[in-house]
């Protein structure tokens, strides 16, 4: 009876621009061998893993804090896509507890702001559509640790970030199977399932983010990751996916999702993950932390790693355009005075994804500052700079993402 | 009177009094810290992140992530504080 007549069909076609099929990606490559991590981060290093996520891959990630975790450059590889064992962790909150994902299929999610609002299970979700998207899932403050100002909160380098498959239904056939929405909604505000406790004042710190409307059509209720149920620790038993967005957008253990008139005043909204100007608080009139720009990294070599041999070297990275699948990607080898096209390697998985490149360069002895630098498919070009901001959000600068490399 | 120089028990009393009441709302509705008997779980446990106390000074005036700002504390209170936790949790040797 709510079921517009087009809308099996529409799920059939699969017309989501991120959408894909995942027949053929297998083979992550795996880099671990080459180099150690960072000197930043090599103490830090030394953590071990926090139980909740035993099941990782030690050797490729930086513990921090037991809440945030950070996978290795040298860990990325050049698979395109991130093993669930190597991606990075950053929890606002602790995660409510894993008891949570017992029952999958019975976890619920009260849907508000549409017609005829009302709370599905994940087994219901799972009758209303089925879409699959690789996007880039990358922590707002990922390259914090490049800016000059050295904001407050955990200094990452260039791990806090994966590209992965996500497999759900679409957030815009939920929408329709209840009515639609209902008149002047603007934003999707999605709340997360951590329990808040007594005696401190929910707004502070509750996972409650809004999102502009338009999101609406590429946007995902995930219950798959790579193929497998979301791990808790990644969110399951369902997140909220809103491709080309940053990670504090995308709830985890998703609870309840509204279109609603305004942005949320969850403090995490209102005043956090805001772009304030050095110097000034974050506030609600300041742009919010929502999509992510083009951006490029090398990998390998690594800053730090000892020289490299004398000879041909593949220098390799990943390249994403944040909300437009990358066209090109050139490589500096002399801080940015001269450039060099490299190739992509490996399948382009759309809009949202990242992809692998490579430039092969028949290197003498000597020192290289090495950079790379995106342009995406509507022309957008990586940025030099990115500016300083209060809470160190959202650095794409090439330059402050570029080393040196020394060749003997 | 005879002026005492302040025992590491005396400083460590006056930070869990401010660990526990002073701050509003307590610490350790977020935070675990079994020196203090403190069990939250929403933030961090203290005993795992072992902070030293520069970063609990910069967390309590600021604050970090989803943790609010204590600007009501007093200069003192957030010396003790911070001091407390550092050597409670273990922050301080590090």
């Known amino acids: ?408 | 009177m005879v002026c005492v120089i302040a025992s590491a028990g005396a400083t460590d009393d006056a930070g869990r009094q401010v660990f526990l009441k002073d701050a509003t709302p307590s610490c350790a509705i977020c935070h675990t810290l079994a020196e203090a008997g403190a069990t939250g779980k929403i933030g961090p446990s203290l005993d795992e992140l072992k902070p030293d106390a520069p970063r609990v000074v910069q967390a309590v005036k600021a604050g970090i992530g989803a943790m609010p700002p204590y600007p009501q504390l007093s200069e003192s209170q957030i010396q003790a504080i911070a001091s407390y936790v550092a050597r409670a949790s273990g922050g301080a040797a590090k």
């Open chain 1, 1 to 408: 009876m709510n079921n517009h007549p087009d809308l099996a069909r529409r799920r059939l076609l699969a017309t989501g621009s991120g959408a894909l099929a995942v027949a053929g990606l297998t083979g992550v490559s795996r880099v671990t061998a080459q180099t150690p991590q960072t000197a930043p981060a090599a103490a830090a290093s030394q953590k071990p893993l926090p139980p909740y996520i035993a099941w990782k891959d030690a050797d490729a990630l930086i513990v921090h804090t037991p809440t945030t975790v950070e996978t290795k450059r040298t860990a990325l590889g050049t698979g395109a896509i991130t093993p669930a064992e190597r991606l990075y962790i950053r929890n606002n909150i602790a995660a409510p507890d894993v008891s949570i994902v017992a029952n999958r299929d019975a976890w619920q999610l009260s849907v508000e702001g549409v017609r005829q609002p009302r709370t599905l299970s994940v087994a219901e979700l799972k009758t209303l559509g089925l879409e699959t998207v690789a996007m880039v899932l990358q922590c707002s403050g990922n390259g914090r640790g490049y800016f000059p100002s050295k904001p407050n909160g955990t200094k990452w380098q260039v791990g806090a970030a994966g590209n992965l498959i996500w497999s759900g239904v679409p957030l815009r056939a939920v929408v329709e199977s209840l009515g639609g929405p209902t008149a002047g909604m603007r934003f999707i505000t999605g709340t997360g399932g951590e329990a808040v406790p007594a005696g401190i004042d929910p707004k502070t710190v509750i996972v409650e983010r809004s999102v502009p409307i338009t999101a609406l059509g590429d946007a995902l209720l995930a219950w798959e990751m790579n193929g497998a149920p979301v791990p808790h620790a990644h969110g399951g038993p369902l997140r909220l996916i809103v491709p080309g967005y940053s990670g504090v957008n995308h709830i985890k253990y998703i609870k309840r999702l509204a279109l609603t008139r305004d942005e949320t005043d969850a403090a995490i909204q209102a005043t956090r993950y805001r772009l304030a100007p050095l110097g000034t608080k974050e506030n609600p009139s300041q742009p919010a932390v929502w999509e992510m720009d083009p951006k490029s990294w090398i990998n390998y070599p690594a800053p730090d790693v000892g020289p490299v041999k004398r000879g041909w070297v593949q220098i390799h990275g990943v390249a994403m355009g944040g909300t437009q699948a990358p066209r090109k990607v050139d490589v500096s080898l002399d801080g940015g005075t001269t450039w060099r096209e490299a190739s992509f390697i490996g399948p382009n998985m759309g809009r949202y994804a990242w992809r692998p490149f490579v430039l092969q360069a028949d290197l003498k002895p000597g020192a290289y500052m090495m950079a790379s630098r995106v342009t995406d498919s509507q022309g957008r070009v990586q940025v030099e700079t990115t500016p300083d901001n209060t809470g160190g959000y959202l650095n794409s600068g090439w330059r402050a993402h570029a080393f040196t490399v020394n060749v003997a």
